[in-house]
T-cell receptor, first 111, second 118 residues
Framework: QKEVEQNSGPLSVPEGAIASLNCTYSDRVSQSFFWYRQYSGKSPELIMS????GDKEDGRFTAQLNKASQYVSLLIRDSQPSDSATYLCAVNIGGGNKLTFGGGTRVLVKP | DGGITQSPKYLFRKEGQNVTLSCEQN?????MYWYRQDPGQGLRLIYYSQIVNDFQKGDIAEGYSVSREKKESFPLTVTSAQKNPTAFYLCASSTSGTSGRSDDYEQYFGPGTRLTVT
């Protein structure tokens, strides 16, 4: 079992809809959780970080963390074609500042 | 502007040659990291450094070497011992996680170096 797992997609979403991405992780000690967006051929860009159970909202993005169930999710509201990218989940497996990345979920927003 | 720079953007080398990738940051971050990304894959950690003159192996360190002589710089050498060196190499930096700041552990990436070895 991989330490950080994501559905590879593609997740196809009509413009204006909500895109829902999920990520599960293996280590109960993990304290820090991150979502990155990566456009094709570019480097990852941090879009959300979450450390406590519950929801964290930033603009059209909402991160949700459930440590008991060991999953973190990302919701993208009012999806736009510019949101088409690969979204990477990262977790500090074992604590500390070393991150383990999932394989990424490719999102396609169709006009 | 604060940020992370990597050079060159594209690099071509012949098999058997060592090559050094540059990474510089002016974010005053203590920790720096090197990752490798293969097509359609996530990121895999090669080496990381939490403080000057100290670094640790990541998950795939074989065939790579690093140095951390200055806080701002963390160069990566891809040696001839690396069996499949062609990949997208990404450098990142973060705070050390000891400051208690809300952005502890947030890693910020440079633009990457695409290495092709033939």
């Amino acid at each position: 079992q991989k330490e950080v797992e994501q559905n590879s997609g593609p997740l196809s979403v009509p413009e204006g809809a909500i895109a829902s991405l999920n990520c599960t992780y293996s280590d109960r000690v993990s304290q820090s959780f991150f979502w990155y967006r990566q456009y094709s051929g570019k480097s990852p860009e941090l879009i959300m970080s979450i450390y406590s159970n519950g929801d964290k909202e930033d603009g059209r993005f909402t991160a949700q963390l459930n440590k008991a169930s060991q999953y973190v999710s990302l919701l993208i509201r009012d999806s736009q074609p510019s949101d088409s990218a690969t979204y990477l989940c990262a977790v500090n497996i074992g604590g500390g500042n070393k991150l383990t990345f999932g394989g990424g979920t490719r999102v396609l927003v169709k006009p | 502007d604060g940020g992370i720079t990597q050079s060159p953007k594209y690099l071509f080398r012949k098999e058997g040659q060592n090559v050094t990738l540059s990474c510089e940051q002016n974010l005053n971050h203590d920790a720096m990291y090197w990752y490798r990304q293969d097509p359609g894959q996530g990121l895999r950690l090669i080496y990381y450094s939490q403080i000057v003159n100290d670094f640790q192996k990541g998950d795939i360190a074989e065939g790579y070497s690093v140095s951390r002589e200055k806080k701002e710089s963390f160069p990566l050498t891809v040696t001839s011992a690396q069996k499949n060196p062609t990949a997208f190499y990404l450098c990142a930096s973060s705070t050390s996680g000891t400051s208690g700041r809300s952005d502890d552990y947030e890693q910020y990436f440079g633009p990457g170096t695409r290495l092709t070895v033939t």
